[in-house]
């Protein structure tokens, strides 16, 4: 087996982010979002639905402990310990300001104080494709294509949302599972890893 290297998102890939965010929206607002109906990414399509602007619904990434706050992906953290014994993981995250750049570091030594800091790297909006890696593990849209165009040969996969079930297999991309399913996912992503290091 190779060991390989992958570069592992942390927001709602590690960090249950988006179900925290929508939690949070309905204890303000009582507007209850699933996560089924967030169709973009960056929850555009998702502020008309509730009673306030786009601009107060991203505020709550800015809150000070709210990034901090969010759990765990059901599976996520025994999925990644279980890679790191055989691969390099790299920890690939786009902080939104030095806050959440601030709690990210603080949120991975919670969670995966196995991880050193030398394999945490956090970049600006769009460099992910300046970090090459045999795998990536995302769930943007965006920089899952940007990826896969600078890195044909990368194993790109994740955990399946509704605003990234479109990129599909047949383009390449293997997404896994729901957000609902985040345990089987991350099953199905460490099986992928697997396979990818006997390939190579």
Not at 8 to 13: L, R
Not at 95 to 108: G, I, Q, R, V
Not at 119 to 134: E, M, T
Request: some cysteine; aromatic content about 8%; proline content about 5%.
């Amino acid at each position: 087996m190779k060991r390989l290297t992958l570069a592992v998102d942390m927001d709602s890939i590690l960090v249950d982010l988006l179900g925290h965010w929508l939690q949070a929206i309905e204890d303000d607002t009582g507007v209850r979002i699933s996560t089924d109906q967030v169709l973009d990414w960056d929850m555009s399509s998702v502020a008309g639905l509730i009673p306030m602007d786009k601009e107060k619904v991203l505020a709550y990434l800015q809150r000070p402990g709210f990034f901090l706050e969010a759990p765990a992906m059901p599976g996520a953290i025994e999925a990644l310990r279980n890679l790191c014994a055989d691969h390099e993981v790299l920890i690939v995250s786009c902080p939104c300001s030095p806050n959440s750049a601030k709690e990210k570091l603080e949120w991975l030594a919670k969670w995966c104080p196995f991880i050193s800091a030398k394999n945490v790297l956090l970049v600006g909006s769009g460099q992910k494709p300046r970090i090459k890696a045999d795998v990536l593990i995302d769930d943007n849209p965006e920089i899952l294509t940007s990826y896969k165009r600078a890195h044909p040969e990368t194993l790109c996969t994740g955990i399946a949302y509704a605003y990234n079930r479109h990129l599909g297999i047949s383009n390449g991309y293997f997404l896994c599972g729901s957000y609902q399913q985040s345990g089987a996912a991350w099953d199905d992503i460490v099986a992928l890893v697997g396979v990818a290091a006997l390939d190579t």
